[in-house]
């Protein structure tokens, strides 16, 4: 039984065909290729906002049809190593923070086990999908049995997926803007644990749009206040104006998992959010 949705011929079925017919001068030229399948017209410079709109589409899409409804974000520096490792690390601070790698891990296990117990749609588990704190998260997700995502990105040097993100859940991103976006889009809370540049870019980024009522509130919770009271003078930024106090609560300092997911239940309207963690 047909069961397509139009009568009209498949795009699949023509790109088959299309790769068939005999080469000629005029089927060998650039312009006799099919659009969608010419990566040379896709990566055109007018191309740019469709290309923008397929790297929104193919995660949400793929998101979709694995049944992902909600999210719990994990950010945090890839420099970071287990514990195991610890002795390996560029610097004895470094070394010291190995600490959270294992404390993103024991989150991340107890979530996704809270998640499962609900049928594992909601609460799942993402990160940047690369080493250091992101490896750690979705390693707890795996840990505990269940699926995570991972939101690669194509740097300078070589980067690839840790080995712990779900495959079909594994998702690799030219823009920094459309990545950021998939981040957000499902969060029911953003964890932060001590990073660099690109973590201080995460966390700010979702404070500001939280901020501006871009985004509606969600749980913001920043692991390990010796860190960040160390990189970030919370207190100046309010005392000379340029945030108003009331900004201070827009996010919650944590030490451990189960003090992140005791403020995510107690986080206001906690209760009325879809995925809300269940009480004990």
């Not at 790297?55 to 287990?82: C, H, N, Q, W, Y």
């Not at 300092?253 to 239940?265: L, N, Y």
Request: hydrophobic share 40%.
């Amino acid at each position: 039984m047909d069961d397509r949705r139009h009568p009209f011929r498949d795009s699949v079925e023509d790109r088959r065909t299309a790769e068939e017919i005999p080469s000629t001068a005029q089927s060998r030229s650039p312009t006799y290729r099919l659009a969608f399948v010419d990566d040379d017209f896709m990566l055109r410079e007018e191309l740019r906002p469709v290309r923008l709109q397929l790297e929104l589409l193919k995660p949400e899409m793929a998101m979709d049809e694995a049944g992902i409804l909600s999210t719990i974000v994990l950010f945090g520096g890839a420099r970071i190593p287990d514990s195991a490792h610890k002795d390996k690390a560029r610097t004895p601070a470094l070394a010291d923070l190995s600490k959270y790698y294992e404390e993103a891990r024991l989150f991340a296990f107890k979530i996704t086990s809270l998640s499962m117990l609900a049928g594992g749609s909601e609460n799942v588990i993402v990160t940047g999908g690369g080493p250091g704190v992101m490896e750690a998260g979705n390693r707890g997700a795996t840990e505990a049995g269940g699926k995570s995502i991972g939101l690669n990105i194509v740097l300078p040097h070589e980067q690839v997926p840790n080995p712990y993100v779900t495959p079909e859940l594994c998702f690799n991103f030219h823009y920094f803007a459309i990545r950021k976006m998939h981040f957000l889009m499902r969060a029911r809370a953003v964890c932060v644990f001590p990073g660099g540049f690109g973590t201080l870019d995460e966390m700010f980024e979702c404070l500001t749009l939280i901020q501006t009522g871009r985004m509606g509130q969600v749980p913001v919770l920043l692991f390990g206040r010796e860190f960040w009271d160390r990189v970030i003078n919370w207190e100046a930024l309010a005392s000379s104006g340029t945030i108003s106090r009331d900004d201070l609560s827009l996010f919650r300092f944590v030490e451990t998992s189960d003090e992140a997911i005791e403020a995510i239940r107690t986080w206001p309207n906690a209760g009325v959010r879809r995925g809300a963690i269940p009480g004990r």
